[in-house]
């Protein structure tokens, strides 16, 4: 059979020498219009039956056979012909044969040749298969790498084609399980990663065919199959492939083989990708690190991270003498014997210099490590330089921080805590300057043995609150090496473990010996003034704006007639009239800040009914904003100096009305003689019976009047010869004018002398005592008379007037007795000083009248006129606000 069918494959032979052909495939017989007369042959019962009556060739044969039969049968010899028939099963029986001259018409004799194309055809599959593969491992190995992935893409893209799949999907192992490395068809829908990756675990490692309409892809998909295969490298699968949506999907054997095309170089070339990034990540962090690695094979010279070497200036290749020759000076013996020891297989550690560029620059640093391994020494080279530098820095800042505690005043130190108790266990070295104790001595060991015998139960409070609160803060008194004693100031705080566990205390002591007796001198000194104070002669009292006191002396409780602690609350307002208080407190509004002091003589109504007068000096407190708090003050008693100058006034009074005397004697006499003489004439009258109602009335009357006039000069006499009031008032100056010239009017006419009065319009008011300003201008009159008589003037004449100027009233006392002598002028206010003969004067009137004047707010001047002295009273008009 294969014979005769290779033949037949191999040409046409001709027909008519043949013998009549087997009964062997198919047989048609046909008329020369290729009608078919007859079939014969076994293939002729696959043929479906044929309803036409004169059936044709072409109707038993696939419509691309009809190609090939042509015209009439006479054109279709001398060829093979290659005939698709139509079956009953449907798919078409594939023939090969000729056509043969008959007697009556045309035999079309064919074969089978179904097999013979599948083979080709498998053939041909297999070609393409091993192309497509090949095509993928080239483009995989060959593309660049940036470009993997888009190759990748495009393989997976033309293998979905070559299988007529809707989507092919590569999926690699990652950190965190399966995920997609690349999709033929971005746009397919599959389920996300999230969902593949948990069912491919679940998959045997073997291809496999998951039934149609799986989950995992989306419900317009569902129905189409899906195909997972993985790609294994001994047990372990490293790539699933994923293809869905393939009409007629590829056996798994298929797939393995173009997966194992795509996947291998694909996963080198991954691989390789994965290297090249670690080695340059590697690289970076050496750079950054300043690390590289540097081998010896014990022989010739040692090996440098060509990179390493470039950033040291080392050659990378240098004989053990180059190597030694960059090092510093000082390294060089170590790093000779190090390498030494290395062919010792002792391993090899050393931080090292290099020789620096020039004499300023600062060495670089470097770890040099190094282990024999094999035959051959590999390590590592590390800048360590910043390292070094910081070592350095710290290392300073822990040796000036160690001079400072050690120069410091202050001790630290750390207790250790155990079981229940805190043991010694370090001490600073600045323990040896303040207590002259050494750092591993028995005092240093147990310092509540040095403690103050009275401060031990300080000690082990402060233990006790250490331990319950985590802190303390004490102060003691330790006994140093020469037995004195230092009080100590200690803070200490208490550490404690993750679990809250006491492990140690830290603390420090600070000898605060000066300040604590720098305060026990301050007590002491406090005591030493509060002492001054309460013994102190001069009253001393605090008080509050309002008068009420706050503190208070043992001299004022005295002139208060009560107990120190008494005066705190009371206030002194009480023992002043209304005139001083409000005089008091206008003092008080004027302190301020900047001028805080002031000082006046108080005048105070004591209990029983004493009148005091203190001089008092006061010293405002302000706060922060200017506002007055306090008032300190400090009173002397000045009554009896008070005392003795009203005496001394109502001395000089009483000299004064010794002096008004003579005038007062004429004043008297006149009324007397005037009187007498009247009563003598009225008594002649009544002798001689003339009596005269009239005339007695009218000598009566006369009578009346001087005795009126007595009356009137005794009472002014009276009044003018009693002490002055305690407090001044105010009065009308002018009216002291009167008083004055009441007493001396008379007399002065009388002696010839002319008196210039003249009365003012305005009578303004001045604060004082009038009797006392009475006795100024009495003082001023009679020395004016003294004068006049004294120098005997031809027309003795005095004259008073009174002027306002700059709100002050002057009052003028004026004669033309020729003045005071000028080298006289400066002298004549003081006390005794007198021109007068003895018996005459007492040289204390204008002293004394100065001094009224003062207490006035006033002054007192003397000058030469053109005629005589004028003497002018200056005094403050009295202004109620
Ligand atoms: P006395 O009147 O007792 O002498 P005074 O103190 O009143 O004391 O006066 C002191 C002196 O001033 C007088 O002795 C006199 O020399 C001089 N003196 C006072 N007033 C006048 C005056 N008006 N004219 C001349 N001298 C005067």
Request: glycine fraction near 8%; proline fraction near 6%; include cysteine.
């Amino acid at each position: 059979m294969s014979g005769l069918f290779d033949r037949w494959l191999g040409g046409p032979a001709t027909a008519q020498a043949e013998p009549a052909p087997q009964a062997v495939g198919l047989q048609l017989w046909l008329d020369d219009q290729g009608h078919v007369l007859r079939l014969a042959g076994p293939l002729r019962t696959v043929l479906p039956a044929n309803s036409h009556s004169a059936p044709r060739v072409h109707d038993y044969l696939q419509q691309q056979s009809w190609l090939v039969l042509e015209g009439p049968p006479a054109d279709w010899q001398g060829q093979p012909l290659d005939l698709d028939f139509a079956t009953v099963h449907g798919p078409a029986l594939h023939t090969r044969g000729w056509l043969q001259r008959q007697a009556d018409g045309w035999l079309l004799q064919v074969f089978d040749i179904g097999d013979l194309l599948g083979e080709r055809e498998q053939h041909g599959h297999r070609l393409t298969q091993q192309k497509l593969a090949t095509e993928l491992g080239r483009s995989l190995r060959d593309c660049d790498e940036e470009r993997l992935l888009l190759t990748a893409t495009e393989q997976l893209q033309q293998l979905a084609e070559h299988w007529h799949a809707g989507s092919v999907r590569l999926m690699l192992p990652g950190d965190s399980g399966w995920y997609t490395y690349t999709c033929s068809d971005n746009d397919w829908p599959w389920a996300e990663d999230e969902r593949l990756r948990p069912w491919l675990q679940t998959l045997p490692p073997r291809g496999r065919e998951i039934a149609a309409g799986n989950p995992l892809l989306q419900p317009s998909c569902a129905g189409l199959p899906l195909l997972a295969v993985p790609y294994l490298h001994g047990h372990t699968v490293q790539a699933w492939l994923l293809c869905a949506g393939a009409p007629r999907p590829p056996t798994s054997e298929t797939v393995a083989a173009l997966l194992q095309a795509l996947i291998e170089p694909l996963l080198t070339r991954l691989r390789q990708q994965q290297l090249r990034q670690r080695s340059r990540h590697l690289d970076e962090l050496q750079q950054q690190l300043g690390a590289g690695w540097w081998s010896w094979p014990l022989q010739g010279p040692l090996q440098f991270d060509p990179a390493l070497a470039l950033r040291l200036g080392v050659p990378p290749e240098a004989t053990a003498e180059q190597w030694l020759g960059r090092l510093h000076p000082a390294d060089r013996e170590a790093a000779r014997m190090a390498l030494e020891q290395l062919r010792e297989g002792i391993a090899l550690n050393l931080s090292l210099r290099l020789l620096p560029a020039n004499s300023l620059a600062s060495p670089r640093w470097l770890q040099w490590v190094g282990q024999l391994q094999g035959r051959q020494v590999q390590g590592f080279l590390l800048d360590i330089s910043a390292l070094k530098a910081q070592e350095l820095q710290a290392g300073a800042a822990r040796a000036r921080l160690e001079n400072l505690i050690a120069s410091s005043p202050a001790v630290i130190y750390v207790q250790r805590y155990a079981e229940g108790a805190l043991h010694s266990e370090f001490f600073s070295a600045s323990l040896t300057p303040l207590l002259g104790w050494e750092q591993d001595s028995e005092q240093a060991r147990q310092p509540g043995q040095t403690l103050h015998p009275d401060d031990r139960w300080l000690w082990l409070e402060r233990t006790r609150t250490l331990l319950r609160d985590g802190q303390a803060r004490s102060r003691y008194r330790l006994r140093d090496h020469l037995g004195r004693y230092h009080w100590i100031l200690d803070e200490a705080r208490l550490l404690r473990d993750d679990l809250g566990q006491p492990v140690e205390a830290v603390g420090l002591w600070l000898d605060v010996s000066e300040a604590t007796e720098a305060a026990e001198q301050v007590r002491q000194s406090e005591e030493r003034y509060r002492v001054l104070v309460e013994d102190s002669p001069a009253m001393i009292c605090r008080y509050r704006p309002d008068l009420e006191l706050l503190f208070g002396n043992h001299p004022l409780a005295e002139q208060l007639e009560c107990a120190p602690q008494q005066l705190t609350g009371m206030n002194l307002g009480q023992w002043l009239s209304d005139s001083q208080r409000a005089a008091f407190l206008q003092r008080l509004a004027r302190l301020t800040p900047a001028q805080p002091l002031a000082s006046a003589e108080i005048c105070l109504q004591l209990p029983g009914r004493r009148t005091a007068w203190w001089v008092w000096a006061e010293r405002g407190l302000f706060d922060e904003h200017g506002q007055l708090q306090e008032v300190q003050a400090v009173g002397r008693d000045n009554t009896e100096v008070r005392h003795s100058q009203q005496q001394l006034l109502q001395g000089a009074k009483m000299a004064t009305l010794g002096e008004l005397a003579t005038g007062l004697v004429h004043e008297i006499n006149q009324p007397l003689s005037t009187m007498r003489l009247a009563l003598v004439n009225t008594l002649k009258r009544l002798e001689s019976g003339e009596v005269d109602a009239e005339y007695v009335t009218g000598k009566l009357q006369r009578i009346d009047a001087q005795v009126e006039r007595v009356a009137h000069l005794v009472e002014h006499l009276r009044t003018y010869g009693r002490r002055s009031e305690v407090e001044q008032h105010v009065f009308a100056a002018w009216v002291a004018v009167h008083g004055a010239l009441g007493l001396l009017a008379e007399g002065l006419t009388g002696k010839g002398v002319a008196l210039h009065i003249e009365e003012p319009d305005l009578c303004p008011e001045v604060l004082g005592h009038e009797d006392q300003l009475e006795q100024v201008l009495i003082n001023l009159l009679v020395n004016a008379r003294d004068a006049l008589l004294e120098r005997r003037v031809a027309k003795p004449r005095i004259s008073v007037s009174q002027r306002v100027e700059e709100g002050q009233l002057c009052l003028l006392v004026e004669d033309n007795g020729g003045g005071i002598d000028p080298r006289l002028l400066e002298r004549i206010f003081e006390p005794f000083f007198t021109t007068k003969p003895a018996g005459m004067g007492t040289g204390l009137g204008l002293s004394v009248s100065h001094s009224i004047v003062e207490a006035m707010g006033g002054r007192l001047e003397a000058h030469n006129g053109n005629e005589g002295a004028c003497l002018r009273v200056w005094l403050p008009l009295y202004n109620a606000s």
